[in-house]
């Protein structure tokens, strides 16, 4: 195993981070804090408490995973479109690196400062509201499964894409609206009966209910479905990535 | 000497095209090799085949016996690969690209070793310099320090002096001999003949992704080294009926010259054909001798194809 050259592209990767921090940072942190001023203080007020949560605190955990997901695949994209495109990458490829210590490099590093991220974001919301988190275990586990997974879903993206406008296609077209459709900001027992049916067809749902139940206690679905859903996302994405490897697609003309 | 790298009826097709066709070629421990042919003519895809940036169609290659699909890792270690164009991440350091290149290969980082190679190319002052504040010329130098961050012990370079300015020429020239001296196994792609001749100790014609010959360059310069010697007639001449008939001779520009190729000093055949042609009473104006270049014996080979 050449754990080295993970280890190298991971540093690197992390080093591309470290250049930007202030963008990186800033932006969710600002961003963040306007979501707890409009919706928090200004309408969360007329708004109830959602099964016993205040409205504040319910949707820190969507704003969470609202930031993980669009990062990680962002970062990741990003991480490995970048030398493809600038050509760099013919350094990976032709040393001698296994597709899997590539994988390991560029990924965790996606899914490293997606989590740093999160982290910000959660350490923001408490300067808004107080939580008592119910199971912080549950809740480490789930940052790390959801920044893994979608950064590994990232990847596969930066891969596939041939431009910039593909790059970002997917992450505007279909993830943003999965997640503000899968309940970031509402319990979608607050949907009427059909769009209650549609939400469940909605893979984010099944996320962001579980990770907000390791905040509260409380959920829609059984953590139990929202764990085997990350999991079986997780498997796709390395079998995608396992396959893109094998056939040298997109990378080995 | 020891062959290293052995490529037994490789192909490569793009759609259609057939950018290598059934290449075998052995490349010897530390020999300069220089991989000669005109655009297009497949080189980029040859290396990248032997380094693992494409994949060929058919074939095997093997570089010390390990084969390149199989056991890239064992291959892929020896190797160091300076690409034609500038493929630079231009946000990173010059140290921190070096860094990068030799983690790649698995190495713990060595402050000596990248000084003393970004010294030798002149790039030490530039160390913490982002690159794309970099000259042409520095990210040419760059390239090749990233390609020996990790001392490889085959270095492939191509096409190392395209467009870059004479001084800079000289410096890659005398780096590849330097590295040559420690034993590196070097393969180069050029379509400067200069650059092979000046170099390499054995060439090989590349021609639509076919080799078309593989020669110790002494070997071939020495082979293909006839002269040719131009006689400039006075009149016109219909034919050579005066004479017996000979390959080495012939009657270009309508007639006003004779065109004499690969004549034999040694047994006079020169002077016996200025007297055959006194003797006729063809009188002429001028004679002229010139040696064939390797650039002649490309052009011949390339266009006889
Ligand atoms: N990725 C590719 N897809 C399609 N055709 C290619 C590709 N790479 C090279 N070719 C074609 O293969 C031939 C050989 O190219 P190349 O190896 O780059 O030549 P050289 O390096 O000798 O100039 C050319 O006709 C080129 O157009
Ligand atoms: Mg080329």
């Given at each position: 195993m050449n754990i080295q050259a993970a280890i190298t592209i991971y540093k690197f990767e992390m080093a591309r981070f470290r250049r930007t921090i202030f963008q990186s940072l800033v932006a969710p942190i600002i961003t963040t804090s306007l979501y707890f001023v409009v919706f928090g203080a200004a309408i969360g007020s007329k708004i109830e408490t959602i099964n016993g949560v205040s409205y504040g605190s319910f949707i820190v955990p969507g704003l969470i995973m609202l930031y993980l997901m669009t990062e990680s695949i962002n970062n990741a994209a990003f991480g490995i479109y970048f030398p493809k495109f600038v050509g760099s990458i013919f350094e990976v490829l032709s040393a001698p690196v296994s597709s899997l210590e590539a994988t390991v490099g560029y990924v965790g590093a996606a899914a490293s400062k997606s989590t740093i991220i999160g982290l910000m974001i959660f350490l923001t919301s408490n300067l808004f509201v107080n939580h008592d988190i119910k199971y912080p275990l549950v809740m480490a586990i789930f940052i790390i499964l959801t920044a893994i997974t979608f950064s590994l879903f990232g990847f596969i993206i930066g891969i596939w894409a041939q431009n910039w406008e593909k790059l970002s296609i997917i992450p505007t077209l279909l993830v943003t609206p999965l997640v503000f459709l899968g309940g970031s900001f509402y319990?979608?027992?607050?949907?009427?009966e059909f769009w209650q049916k549609v939400s469940?067809?909605?893979?984010v749902f099944y996320l962001i209910s579980g990770f907000r139940w390791s905040f509260f206690?409380?959920?829609?679905?059984p953590i139990a479905l929202s764990i085997v859903a990350i999991l079986s996302f997780m498997a796709i994405c390395l079998a995608v990535i396992a396959i893109i490897f094998k056939t040298g697609y997109r990378l080995r003309t | 000497m020891k062959s290293q790298i052995s490529i037994e009826n490789v192909s490569k097709v793009f759609g259609r095209h057939k950018?290598?066709?059934?290449v075998s070629l052995e490349i010897k421990e530390g020999e300069i090799f220089a991989l000669l042919g005109p655009n297009g003519a497949g080189k980029t895809t040859l290396i990248s085949a032997i380094c693992g940036l494409c994949r060929q169609s058919s074939g095997n290659i093997k570089v010390n016996n390990f084969?390149?699909?199989?056991?890239y890792k064992e291959t892929r270690n020896q190797i160091g690969l300076v690409p034609q164009?500038?493929?630079?991440?231009?946000?990173?350091?010059v140290y921190n690209s070096c860094q990068f290149s030799r983690g790649l290969f698995g190495l713990k980082d060595s402050r000596d070793h990248i000084e003393k190679i970004l010294k030798t190319l002149s790039l030490f002052d530039k160390r913490?310099?982002?690159?794309?504040?970099?000259s042409g010329g520095m990210k040419r130098r760059l390239l090749i320090a990233k390609a020996l961050a990790h001392e490889p012990k085959i270095l492939f370079l191509d096409?190392?002096?395209?467009?870059?300015?004479v001084s800079l020429r000289r410096d890659i020239w005398k780096l590849i001999e330097d590295q040559k001296k420690m034993g590196v196994t070097i393969i180069l792609t050029t379509h400067y003949i200069e650059e092979a001749e000046q170099l390499a100790d054995r060439v090989g014609i590349i021609n639509s992704g076919e080799i078309i010959l593989v020669k110790e360059k002494t070997a071939l310069m020495s082979e293909f080294s006839k002269k040719t010697t131009f006689i400039r007639l006075s009149k016109k001449l219909k034919?050579?009926?005066?004479?017996?008939?000979?390959?080495?001779i012939s009657l270009t520009e309508n007639g006003m010259t004779l065109k004499l190729v690969g004549i034999n000093n040694r047994s006079n055949e020169l002077q016996s054909i200025v007297n055959l042609l006194s003797q006729n009473g063809i009188a002429f104006t001028e004679i002229n001798t010139v040696d064939n270049s390797l650039e002649d014996i490309f052009l011949d080979l390339v266009e006889t194809q």
């Open positions: 319990s979608i027992d607050m949907l009427p469940l067809l909605n893979p206690g409380t959920s829609e679905i | 950018a290598l066709n059934n084969d390149t699909l199989t056991h164009e500038l493929p630079l991440d231009g946000f990173e350091s913490d310099e982002q690159i794309f504040g970099l096409e190392p002096t395209a467009g870059v300015d034919n050579l009926s005066f004479m017996k008939k000979n390959k080495k």
